[in-house]
């Protein structure tokens, strides 16, 4: 099944819906993934993930797949987001935020619309919106971001609500985001071929904490790649990081330190937000304690 598989629209009903949903970026909600399995290794999702709430959503853009989103309706945030790495070939869009019909009327046109002003009030009991991050001290934290596809149709796509979880600005401007720098040049240095990622939000242990009494705040972010064909001649020092590597960052400055430890050292703004990388196997063992699931990320762990 090919990534980009193109929508089958009939043009005039693709009319007669715009003026209403408002935009061009494409999604579609259905119980499985099926649609849009080239993001995962192997084209098989995550194994193990089976609580009640989760809806799988493959986000299409101009009548393709971008990547896909297992997102968490009562939450109103995705638990993952999982893609094909391909570095920007452009800037960073233009942030134009957008939501997903389909989560308000299972019926609705499978296009995501851009916010109308003033918000439908079946759009905002349905997902996140805008309104919901105004005044709560935390950033629009992508899992997939902008900067890890290729064109700006991709980069734009990633620019939904649906992709995005409520993470603390010393995170995601912090050592997060060197995380995903790291990533980047990790794959452009040694990877040979595709590289899979899957990246998440970890919710916390007990109470559960949120943005405006609605969005649910993750404890941890964390990520994960597969990388199955790479260079022969690995340094000593990238082979631990091959095919597979993980990570958990803080997004919590104030929690305990048995995921992730602090460096004391660190300046200010990002102290308590710190990144521990770690091995597949151990990011997967946290996930199964942390969700109660027995998770397997990617199939056959990505040998």
């Not at 989760?54 to 997102?71: G, V």
């Not at 990633?158 to 997060?176: A, D, E, M, Y």
């Amino acid at each position: 099944m090919s990534q980009r598989k193109m929508l089958q629209f009939s043009t005039g009903a693709l009319l007669l819906l715009l003026p209403w949903f408002g935009g061009l970026v494409l999604g579609e909600i259905s119980d499985d993934f099926s649609q849009c399995l080239d993001f995962f290794y192997n084209e098989n999702p995550p194994k193990g993930i089976n609580a009640a709430g989760y809806q799988p959503i493959c986000q299409r853009y101009k009548n393709q797949y971008r990547f896909a989103s297992l997102y968490h309706r009562q939450h109103r945030a995705p638990l993952y987001s999982a893609y094909i790495l391909s570095p920007a070939d452009g800037k960073r869009p233009k942030s134009i935020w957008k939501y997903e019909p389909q989560l308000v009327f299972p019926r609705a046109s499978s296009e995501m619309a851009h916010f109308d002003t003033p918000v439908d009030q079946n759009v905002i009991e349905s997902q996140a919106v805008l309104d919901d991050y105004k005044n709560s001290n935390f950033s629009k934290g992508h899992l997939n971001p902008s900067m890890h596809e290729k064109t700006n149709e991709d980069r734009e796509a990633t620019f939904t609500l649906t992709n995005i979880v409520p993470q603390r600005v010393g995170s995601n401007s912090g050592p997060w985001n060197t995380l995903e720098n790291e990533v980047l040049n990790k794959f452009n240095r040694f990877c040979k071929g595709s590289m899979h990622v899957i990246t998440g939000a970890m919710p916390y242990e007990s109470e559960s904490r949120w943005i405006n009494n609605r969005v649910s705040v993750p404890e941890y972010m964390w990520s994960a790649y597969c990388c199955p064909s790479y260079r022969s001649d690995l340094p000593d020092s990238v082979k631990p990081f091959f095919p597979t590597y993980a990570a958990v960052g803080r997004n919590d400055r104030n929690s305990g330190e048995e995921i992730v430890p602090v460096n004391v050292k660190a300046r200010a703004s990002i102290r308590g937000y710190d990144v521990r990388r770690m091995s597949l196997e151990t990011l997967e063992g946290i996930l199964a304690q942390r969700l109660a699931m027995p998770i397997s990320l990617f199939d056959g762990e990505c040998e």
